[in-house]
């Protein structure tokens, strides 16, 4: 009789679980696959723009249209747009909204500074060629350290952005001339 008595005690201390399933609600951000959306596109370029097989000629022996002092300008001030409002979008502070802007970011400057650079010929007025040689560059090293994990608070990349806006501001004073 004892042991009947542990037999019952121990079938009612079993939990009682419940087999029907519990739906559970979960918020999503809709900025989430945005923010996705935005760095899987911007990997594609990049991957595109790695993958892809450059001319048969080099950057000198092809042709460039218009003026040259206009290309380079319009190019110049077309770079320096695209790279503020890229760095300047607010979509969010999720993390995937975050890296998303970044990414993009990046891309600009490495782009941006690679289109510019793709634009002065042997004709480009000197001091205009130089300027934007420079603000090129500048946004490439600044793109590239950038993928690396450096930090904009890190002091040698904030120097590398404060070179780069008056290289930015110098080549808009040349082409205003």
């Given at each position: 009789m004892a042991d009947d008595q542990e037999?019952?005690?121990?079938?009612?201390?079993?939990?009682?679980?419940?087999?029907?399933?519990?739906?559970?609600?979960?918020?999503?951000?809709?900025?989430?696959?945005?923010?996705?959306?935005?760095?899987?596109?911007?990997?594609?370029?990049?991957v595109w723009a790695l993958l892809s097989v450059p001319e048969a000629s080099s950057t000198a022996d092809r042709q460039l249209t218009g003026d040259p002092k206009t290309r380079v300008c319009d190019a110049g001030q077309l770079v320096a747009m695209g790279?503020?409002?890229?760095?300047?979008?607010?979509?969010?502070?999720?993390?995937?909204?975050?890296?998303?802007?970044?990414?993009?970011?990046?891309?600009?400057?490495?782009?941006?500074?690679?289109y510019l650079l793709s634009q002065i010929s042997a004709d480009t007025p000197g001091d205009?060629?130089?300027?934007?040689?420079?603000?090129?560059?500048?946004?490439?090293?600044?793109?590239m350290n950038a993928i690396a994990g450096t930090d904009n608070a890190d002091p040698a990349q904030a120097d590398r952005i404060k070179a780069a806006e008056s290289s930015r501001n110098t080549l808009g004073e040349l082409c205003a001339k």
């Amino acid at each position: 009789m004892a042991d009947d008595q542990e037999v019952s005690t121990a079938n009612t201390s079993e939990p009682k679980v419940s087999r029907v399933p519990q739906k559970v609600e979960r918020t999503r951000s809709p900025l989430a696959p945005i923010a996705l959306l935005a760095a899987l596109v911007a990997i594609g370029v990049a991957v595109w723009a790695l993958l892809s097989v450059p001319e048969a000629s080099s950057t000198a022996d092809r042709q460039l249209t218009g003026d040259p002092k206009t290309r380079v300008c319009d190019a110049g001030q077309l770079v320096a747009m695209g790279v503020q409002i890229q760095t300047n979008v607010r979509i969010g502070t999720e993390p995937a909204a975050l890296e998303a802007v970044a990414a993009n970011a990046r891309l600009s400057m490495l782009g941006g500074g690679d289109y510019l650079l793709s634009q002065i010929s042997a004709d480009t007025p000197g001091d205009i060629a130089d300027a934007a040689r420079k603000f090129g560059s500048e946004l490439q090293v600044i793109g590239m350290n950038a993928i690396a994990g450096t930090d904009n608070a890190d002091p040698a990349q904030a120097d590398r952005i404060k070179a780069a806006e008056s290289s930015r501001n110098t080549l808009g004073e040349l082409c205003a001339k």
